[in-house]
């Protein structure tokens, strides 16, 4: 029984300072310099969410929390909701926080005859998203980059949905490009941990090879300190 306590109390000891040592994110909703819907924001954003949700190791704030926040004022961006209001995004409990920036969106309905002579259509839909990791303590950039996603959806002449517009299978093609952000950002925030050093954006290049880059550090024993990379 005394055996059954001690281990009890050490996992629970052992729990806790790994919910303490976490890294907590808040992702409020994206913004768009394009012109997009409010709901097709909204699903990115959640994707975003639900991508980290499933990484292990990180804690989330709650989406909505943030954007109390971030959307209190308006015609500001993210970086300036940041500088001003950090100590009431840090109160939230967040350390970090991934902002999503839509760059570019082109939606494409087409309709044609093929090869075989059947009418067909069919719906794409393309993304350029920068997605940005900021340390909310001291408002610095950790990590950014500009992603690309597509998503694509074809009917033919016999299908029920070809009696449908174009534009219908629009809310499916975002729904699929959404599923792809889900694992891109996943992916990002594990590469923005992983043995406390990360590049930051590529600097220059020289042709297709990259001559400088920043990179900072999330260690403490290397703040501060120039970083070689060979």
């Not at 299978?169 to 490009?177: D, K, M, N, S, T």
């Amino acid at each position: 029984m005394r055996f059954l306590t001690s281990f009890l109390f050490l996992s629970l000891y052992t729990a806790f300072l790994s919910a303490q040592t976490a890294p907590t994110i808040g992702i409020p909703t994206f913004e768009s310099v394009v012109p997009i819907e409010e709901g097709s924001l909204l699903l990115l954003g959640e994707a975003a969410e639900r991508g980290l949700s499933q990484q292990q190791g990180l804690r989330l704030v709650d989406r909505r929390r943030m954007d109390a926040v971030f959307f209190a004022r308006e015609e500001v961006r993210h970086e300036d909701y940041l500088a001003s209001d950090r100590e009431q995004i840090a109160a939230l409990g967040a350390d970090y926080i991934l902002l999503g920036r839509i760059l570019q969106r082109d939606p494409d309905a087409r309709q044609w005859v093929s090869e075989d002579g059947l009418p067909r259509k069919s719906v794409s839909i393309f993304y350029r998203i920068k997605v940005s990791l900021y340390n909310v303590s001291t408002g610095n950039l950790m990590r950014s980059e500009a992603i690309e996603l597509s998503a694509f959806v074809q009917t033919q002449m016999g299908e029920p949905e070809m009696n449908l517009p174009p534009d219908a299978f629009l809310g499916q093609v975002e729904r699929q490009a959404a599923e792809k952000l889900s694992g891109i950002v996943r992916s990002f925030a594990a590469r923005s941990f992983q043995r406390g050093m990360q590049m930051v954006d590529d600097i220059k290049e020289k042709g297709k090879r990259i001559t400088e880059v920043l990179v900072v550090s999330t260690m403490e024993t290397r703040r501060g300190q120039n970083v070689r990379l060979c």
